[in-house]
């Protein structure tokens, strides 16, 4: 039975089991009533003997145990010592009739808590509270032993871990002491040394790495005369062992609070940053490589803000709008300013906020300048960090592209019409032959009938109109027989005259002025053919009089010309030019007179064939036309025939070649006024390429509008153009500018446009022009007197 005791103190009551081991049952019984008469009531287990005794213990745990001394077969200090030995820490209190002073002492001496006599039972509450307090302080000490001892244990795997973590940290460590020797160092330092940790203690950083000593004596020295640490210095240092690289460190100087080993101490902390130096520098690389290849891109590159404003942008771009600095840019609006149509920009933005981005979009741009340019977009939205949307931009500028497929497309398309015409005027020669022999037979045969035979006369007539029709449709499709020898271009020419005279009206002007030529190659009869077409044509359309000028020079034709004429081979030309005075051409019209029948003229008036055989015909003997006309103000034709005195052909002597050659440069500024969009552009390009810096306009107002703020160094002036002419604004100019030389462009001769002639600043370049002729003019007239 287990006896639970409560004993109060104060206001506490504390619960205890009790085990009762008395073979006396009076005796257990005056012991219980004792306790019960001092407020402890008990339910005790009772044990007799040793058995009971032990199996109790092995049964229940107790917090008291009462013991009589003196038991049958056993002692109180015997079951006392069974209990110590079982490391059972219960408070053990001896209950006894007689107790000798040495027994007393010997039982407190093996711990028993207390004894108390059983006449003296007033004692036992007293015996028992302070057992039950002795047991909580040994606890209590226990705990705090355990605590202590797991503290440690603690403190001592921390110290390990933290001597494992500055050992093998890829940190730089090393405290050095105030002569700079080495008292403590890490794995990672040890390694830049090329020794052992344990080898650095007592050795000077003078003898392992006498440079970064030398280097930093004068920062430990302050480190240890202020006591103040010195923070985050770069630092680069040689490896003393291999590889023998250098590396890149922050370094940090700290003094340590107290003394190791007596000494006063210093440490150093060194973080390795050249993983991270290499990256900054290959990130660097990258963008100067990055850089390099935008700044020096052909292709124009920008970024915009969502509103359409220019952010930055590369040199080609700044060349695509004709702007010197980002400055001029940065005042300029993409949709705004810079799209010819807004159609297009509309089209292009909606796009790209849609899609994300747009690639292969055509379009025409607006220079600052007042050129044109085409370009093909690429366009992409993107969004930086936080930030508003921006839009990244790639234009080509396929300007001269856009113009040679322009002149391919024509080629190809009088190619294909030649090769039609060609076919059915070699199938219908056969049937207009048969006709005109058959009409010849039946007028041979109809001699004595008159009336017959004039009808046979009038079918021969018109089969051989129907034959003229023929080889001219077989001239535009370059099919006829030729008899090519060397002829002189100005003896054909010449030769015309009384011929023309005949044709032409009175009211018509003629005039011819030649130079000297090398010989062509050609059929004399074809090139007379292609002279008196020109001229009629020039005659019908001066139905009021007017003039009609024909002209010859040499010219060599180079490379920068062939570039924007694919269809012509560079060399020396013999060129043959006839222009009128008469009511010119629209550019629709001009775009179609060299095809098959095509007429302006009234029906019955012309078959449409005379400008197309003079195609063909000049094309057959490896020439070229060009064509120059401005309606009301009349028309010139300029058509380039090969010279052939490379054949071994001696050349004419005192020959007047207008050389195109090689180009000079410049830097000045050139004014560009002219009304024909694809010249206009042809100028700009061309001086640019040269280094001029060029104004270009479409008339004249806009001409004196852009040299507003700038004074040009040379004008061009075309002289026919809307709302101010070349001549009227050449005044105007030279009223703001006195002194400024001019370059007229006409496609008629300088007598035939009123100029006036005797003008020191005056110059004529007769259209149409090549690159090389206008470049080699702007810089001859730059550095005349």
């Not at 820490?89 to 059983?118: H, M, N, R, W």
């Not at 810079?338 to 933005?349: D, G, N, T, V, W």
Request: hydrophobic content about 40%; proline content about 4%.
């Amino acid at each position: 039975m287990t006896t639970r005791a409560t004993i109060t103190t104060s206001d506490t009551a504390i619960s205890l089991r009790a085990l009762l081991l008395e073979d006396a049952g009076s005796d257990a019984e005056l012991i219980l009533h004792h306790l019960r008469s001092n407020g402890i009531v008990l339910e005790p287990r009772f044990a007799r003997n040793r058995l009971e005794f032990i199996r109790a213990l092995e049964e229940e745990s107790f917090d008291l145990i009462l013991s009589d001394y003196r038991l049958p077969d056993w002692t109180g200090r015997d079951a006392f010592v069974y209990l110590r030995d079982s490391r059972r820490d219960i408070p053990f209190v001896l209950v006894t009739g007689t107790l000798g002073e040495e027994a007393a002492v010997e039982c407190i001496k093996q711990g028993i808590s207390d004894y108390v006599l059983k006449g003296h039972l007033e004692r036992l509450p007293l015996a028992i509270a302070r057992s039950l307090q002795e047991k909580r302080l040994r606890e209590d000490a226990a705990t705090a032993m355990n605590a202590l001892a797991e503290s440690e244990a603690k403190a001592r795997e921390q110290f390990t871990e933290l001597d494992l973590l500055y050992r093998t940290t890829p940190v730089c460590f090393a405290v050095l002491d105030e002569q700079l020797n080495f008292l403590r160092v890490n794995d990672a330092m040890a390694k830049n040394h090329g020794i052992t940790a344990e080898s650095h203690v007592g050795r000077s950083l003078y003898e392992l790495v006498p440079e970064a000593a030398r280097e930093s004596e004068h920062i430990y020295r302050r480190v240890f005369e202020t006591g103040e640490p010195v923070l985050n210095l770069e630092a680069r240092v040689r490896r003393a062992a291999p590889p023998f690289e250098t590396r890149y460190y922050l370094a940090s100087f700290f003094p340590l609070p107290e003394p190791l080993g007596g000494k006063k101490a210093a440490c150093v902390m060194m973080v390795d940053l050249t993983e991270r130096e290499q990256a900054e520098r290959a990130l660097q690389d990258s963008e100067e490589r990055n850089r390099d290849l935008v700044e020096n891109s052909s292709y124009g590159i920008c970024r915009l803000n969502a509103d359409g404003d220019f952010l930055d942008a590369n040199p080609a771009l700044l060349r695509i709008l004709g702007c010197d600095t980002m400055q001029q840019l940065r005042g300029l609006h993409l949709f705004r300013d810079i799209f010819r149509f807004p159609e297009q920009h509309a089209k292009l933005f909606q796009s790209c906020q849609q899609a994300g981005q747009v690639r292969d979009t055509e379009a025409e741009w607006r220079r600052l300048d007042g050129g044109f340019v085409s370009v093909r977009l690429q366009m992409r939205k993107t969004k930086r960090k936080e930030g508003e949307p921006e839009f990244e931009l790639i234009a080509e500028d396929i300007t001269e592209l856009r113009a040679m497929e322009r002149q391919l497309v024509q080629a190809q398309k009088f190619e294909a019409i030649g090769q039609l015409a060609g076919g059915i005027a070699h199938d219908f020669n056969n049937v207009i032959g048969a006709i005109l022999g058959w009409a010849e037979i039946g007028y041979d045969q109809s001699s004595a009938n008159p009336q017959v035979a004039d009808r046979f006369t009038k079918i021969r007539e018109q089969g051989e109109r129907a034959a003229a029709l023929t080889r001219e449709l077989l001239a535009f499709a370059r099919r006829q027989v030729l008899q090519p020898r060397q002829i002189d271009l100005n003896g054909i020419a010449n030769g015309l005259v009384t011929f023309l005279d005949r044709v032409i009206s009175e009211d018509i002007e003629l005039k011819i002025t030649t130079v000297p030529l090398e010989p062509i190659k050609a059929d004399a009869t074809q090139i007379e053919q292609v002279i008196m077409n020109l001229c009629l044509n020039a005659r019908d359309a001066m139905p009021k009089g007017g003039r009609l000028l024909i002209e010859t020079e040499m010219v060599e034709l180079d490379d920068a010309y062939c570039r924007f004429y694919p269809h012509v081979a560079p060399g020396k030309y013999a060129v043959l030019s006839v222009s009128d005075t008469g009511i010119g051409m629209d550019a629709e019209t001009k775009e179609r007179i060299f095809e098959p029948f095509f007429t302006t003229k009234e029906p019955g008036k012309g078959t449409g064939m005379g400008l197309a055989s003079v195609y063909g015909i000049v094309k057959q003997h490896g020439g070229f036309v060009h064509v120059y006309s401005e309606v009301g103000q009349g028309t010139l034709f300029r058509v380039y025939l090969p010279s052939s005195a490379s054949e071994g052909i001696p050349a004419a002597a005192n020959l007047n070649v207008t050389v195109i050659a090689s180009q000079p440069h410049g830097t000045e500024l050139v004014l560009l006024a002219e009304d024909h969009e694809s010249i206009r552009e042809m100028a700009r390009h061309t001086l640019m390429n040269l280094g001029y810096r060029v104004l270009s306009a479409a008339d004249g107002e806009e001409a004196l509008q852009l040299v507003e703020r700038e004074k040009p160094a040379l004008a061009v002036l075309d002289v026919v153009m809307p709302k101010l002419g070349g001549v009227a604004t050449s005044t105007r100019l030279l009223e703001r500018f006195p002194g400024l030389p001019v370059i007229f462009t006409s496609g008629y001769s300088q007598d035939s446009t009123g100029l006036p002639a005797s003008s020191t600043e005056l110059t004529y370049l007769q259209k149409p022009y090549s690159p090389t002729a206008l470049g080699k003019l702007v810089r001859q007239v730059l550095d005349g007197p």
